[in-house]
């Protein structure tokens, strides 16, 4: 297996993850392409481990943490965006223009 | 290496089959019209990926990724839909009109990021194919070298559980703060 293979395939869903998150007007649907996103960097960080295999597995650890780091905004930013529809009846993003200049 | 060779190797076949079915799954999460549907399809998107960390024999981060992603964040995002939005059929206006920009704009990433990869790492190989990564050696890593990050990654999972309830939850009216002060 060469390693380009899996490097191309995650910047596809990387650009996937580009597009929902241009597209999308739901917040939801925006976080969810976040989620494409955070996935193609995790391949990178366990592909790049695969090609040096470090004694610590260092690029595992780091999928690790990018992985509970993206839990964590997930459940904020639900969180966010529910506080966002209560009080404005609509979680699309493009009427969030309160602070727009 | 050419394209034959390439396609004679089993694992390479693997490969194929995950990475078409993932990103298939990826492009209807972005595409799809129906909300839930977006988020279900979400779950195959992530499986292939789980699927790719096996292929590099990358066991126990495939593992987190259903434990974590498809066991619980995508619980919650189902959660954020239905509570978002109360028709979950199909919804026309749920993209925006500059369809074609965006679509531009991610074709060029892709240009670029493939691009750098190609130029960088030509013809490099993933080495060991098949050997598993233990267990161990991701535990005596974190406890060892990355102990301060583990920490902290620990303390940020705290601070979001606090936030995350703080933030969701709802303010008491002062007619309802009244009433529970009086009981």
């Given at each position: 297996m060469i390693a380009n293979q899996f490097l191309i395939l995650a910047a596809a869903l990387f650009a996937t993850g580009v597009y929902g998150l241009l597209v999308r007007r739901n917040a939801v649907m925006v976080l969810l392409s976040i989620e494409l996103m955070l996935a193609a960097v995790n391949i990178n960080l366990v592909v790049f481990e695969a090609m040096w295999r470090t004694s610590e597995a260092i690029g595992q650890v780091f999928a690790l943490f990018v992985i509970t780091v993206a839990a964590a905004e997930v459940g904020i930013g639900l969180a966010i965006i529910l506080m966002i529809f209560r009080n404005r009846q609509s979680a699309n993003v493009d009427e969030l223009d309160l602070m727009r200049w | 290496m050419t394209f034959g060779e390439w396609i004679a190797e089993p694992v390479n076949w693997a490969?194929?089959?995950?990475?078409?079915?993932?990103?298939?799954?990826?492009?209807?999460?972005?595409?799809s019209p129906n909300v839930v549907h977006a988020a279900l399809y979400l779950v195959a998107a992530l499986g292939g990926v789980a699927g790719l960390f096996v292929l590099l024999s990358a066991e126990f981060v495939a593992l987190s990724i259903v434990l974590v992603?498809?066991?619980?964040?995508i619980v919650l995002f189902l959660f954020g839909?239905?509570?978002?939005?109360?028709?979950?059929?199909?919804d026309t206006a749920l993209d925006n009109p500059r369809k074609v920009p965006a679509a531009l704009l991610s074709l060029v990433v892709f240009g670029l990021l493939s691009y750098a990869s190609v130029t960088a790492f030509e013809s490099s190989t993933v080495s060991r194919v098949g050997e598993p990564t233990e267990t161990a050696t991701l535990a005596e890593a974190f406890v060892g070298r990355f102990v301060v990050p583990f920490e902290i990654v620990g303390f940020i999972l705290l601070a979001a559980l606090?936030?995350?309830?703080?933030?969701?939850?709802?303010?008491?009216?002062p007619l309802e703060e009244e009433m529970r002060r009086s009981v």
């Amino acid at each position: 297996m060469i390693a380009n293979q899996f490097l191309i395939l995650a910047a596809a869903l990387f650009a996937t993850g580009v597009y929902g998150l241009l597209v999308r007007r739901n917040a939801v649907m925006v976080l969810l392409s976040i989620e494409l996103m955070l996935a193609a960097v995790n391949i990178n960080l366990v592909v790049f481990e695969a090609m040096w295999r470090t004694s610590e597995a260092i690029g595992q650890v780091f999928a690790l943490f990018v992985i509970t780091v993206a839990a964590a905004e997930v459940g904020i930013g639900l969180a966010i965006i529910l506080m966002i529809f209560r009080n404005r009846q609509s979680a699309n993003v493009d009427e969030l223009d309160l602070m727009r200049w | 290496m050419t394209f034959g060779e390439w396609i004679a190797e089993p694992v390479n076949w693997a490969f194929l089959i995950i990475g078409v079915g993932m990103l298939f799954s990826a492009i209807r999460v972005v595409t799809s019209p129906n909300v839930v549907h977006a988020a279900l399809y979400l779950v195959a998107a992530l499986g292939g990926v789980a699927g790719l960390f096996v292929l590099l024999s990358a066991e126990f981060v495939a593992l987190s990724i259903v434990l974590v992603y498809i066991g619980a964040v995508i619980v919650l995002f189902l959660f954020g839909i239905m509570i978002t939005r109360a028709p979950t059929g199909l919804d026309t206006a749920l993209d925006n009109p500059r369809k074609v920009p965006a679509a531009l704009l991610s074709l060029v990433v892709f240009g670029l990021l493939s691009y750098a990869s190609v130029t960088a790492f030509e013809s490099s190989t993933v080495s060991r194919v098949g050997e598993p990564t233990e267990t161990a050696t991701l535990a005596e890593a974190f406890v060892g070298r990355f102990v301060v990050p583990f920490e902290i990654v620990g303390f940020i999972l705290l601070a979001a559980l606090v936030g995350g309830v703080t933030i969701a939850r709802r303010d008491l009216t002062p007619l309802e703060e009244e009433m529970r002060r009086s009981v």
